[in-house]
């Protein structure tokens, strides 16, 4: 593995998001929906960064499975237990790269007519995007290349490393059986 993005860089990141999202939602309250696993670690470092009053549901789905590039089908495997209609909702997500999960996760939300619905995003990589679909708040642009870390992973491993880095599980597996 190598490291593309320190610590301290994403931290930086995280708080500039905190800010913007501080300044958009002026007056108002965020229910925050964190799609699980990925973005838990990133979801809380900016809940932290939110001077506000926000509340937290989580929504689990799966398009990778094991995979490094996305099956193209959405499984959800937990759904929210909040009412949100009428509600400012901020989906918050750790990498858009088709975009497929995304636009699923939008649709599915805006059926149940909340006021606004904004995503934020760690990581875009448009490399491989499916949809016309953007992030309303993004903390880091790439291009391309499978990566693990803050709460990122393959085949649930690396989501507790505190930086981010590229991983090549071919490569993995050849060091693991010499």
Do not use: W
């Not at 929210?80 to 858009?96: A, F, M, N, R």
């Not at 448009?126 to 880091?140: A, F, L, W």
């Not at 499978?146 to 490569?171: H, K, M, S």
């Amino acid at each position: 593995m190598k490291q593309l993005y320190t610590k301290q860089y994403i931290a930086q990141q995280v708080a500039r998001l905190g800010i913007e999202i501080d300044r958009d939602y002026h007056n108002k309250e965020i229910l925050m929906i964190v799609v699980l696993k990925g973005a838990m670690m990133f979801a809380a470092d900016l809940a932290r960064e939110i001077d506000r009053p926000l509340s937290m549901d989580f929504i689990q789905v799966s398009s990778y499975g094991g995979q490094t590039a996305s099956s193209g089908e959405i499984t959800f495997k937990k759904d929210i237990e909040t009412d949100i209609y009428g509600k400012d909702i901020l989906i918050v997500e750790d990498i858009i790269d088709t975009g497929l999960t995304l636009q699923i996760l939008k649709q599915h939300l805006l059926k149940r007519k909340p006021a606004s619905l904004k995503t934020c995003t760690l990581i875009d990589k448009q490399k491989h995007r499916c949809v016309p679909i953007e992030s309303d708040y993004c903390g880091i642009t790439m291009d391309d290349g499978f990566i693990v870390g803050y709460g990122l992973d393959y085949d649930e491993l690396y989501r507790n490393l505190d930086a981010i880095y590229t991983f090549d599980p071919t490569q993995q597996l050849a060091q693991g059986d010499a």
